[in-house]
């Protein structure tokens, strides 16, 4: 048996397969929620498969306290259609996949009245994904920035990197299952969990189960 190690993770938005293996397998779950909002990561972006390749969906941001701004007060953009234009991608993207129809409903109205707090929209989805999986939301929300991780697998910035080449695991170790534009593309490995739901349903668990993080 593998002792997978406590872990910390960033507050993602609908993030990847990667993400939810660790909330599967690991002992205890802290997601960080007060570190100073970092920009062009998974807490703002998830990757999807599309017709085109790998395409990166990003929500606009607004932050109060500029670049200083903590991941609390970070607010989604309410003057742009961005929601629309997302939930638009998903749908082309995923509406012949055979589980779409079966999960549209749980996720479109996030998308069409989303929170005003980035968080609050990260955690609706996150709560609604593991839901769908039958999984625990086992996780804790930190209480302070959480500076020294300890004994704790620190995830917060390897999740979706910027440089993926110091974090192979994600890109290497993913068995190949059918995405919806297979006959067209090479199989795309750890996408956002949304891709994962809509191609394989309830045999996602499975698939979760036999991903142990860092193996």
């Known amino acids: 048996m593998v002792n997978t190690p406590p872990v910390i993770l960033p507050a993602g938005c609908l993030p990847d397969i990667e993400y939810f293996c660790w909330l599967m397998h690991s002992p205890e779950v802290l997601i960080e929620v007060h570190e100073t909002y970092p920009k062009q990561t998974c807490r703002n972006r998830y990757r999807i498969a599309t017709a085109n390749g790998p395409l990166v969906l990003s929500v606009p941001v607004n932050k109060p306290q500029g670049n200083h701004s903590p991941v609390p007060v970070v607010e989604t953009d309410r003057k742009s259609n961005w929601n629309i234009i997302h939930w638009r991608a998903l749908e082309s993207a995923y509406n012949k996949s055979p589980y779409f129809l079966y999960y549209r409903d749980r996720f479109e109205p996030l998308f069409m009245q989303p929170p005003v707090l980035l968080l609050d929209f ?89 991903h142990i993080p860092g193996k």
């Open 122 to 210: 990260n955690l609706s989805l996150l709560k609604t994904c593991l839901n769908l999986l039958n999984l625990p939301a086992n996780f804790k929300l930190t209480e302070d920035y959480l500076r020294d991780s300890g004994s704790m697998a620190d995830m917060r910035m390897k999740i979706m990197p910027k440089h993926p080449e110091n974090h192979r695991w994600s890109i290497s170790s993913f068995a190949p299952y059918t995405q919806v534009f297979s006959e067209k593309h090479a199989f795309q490995p750890n996408l956002s969990i949304v891709d994962l739901l809509f191609n394989l349903g309830p045999e996602a668990v499975a698939y979760l189960q036999n």
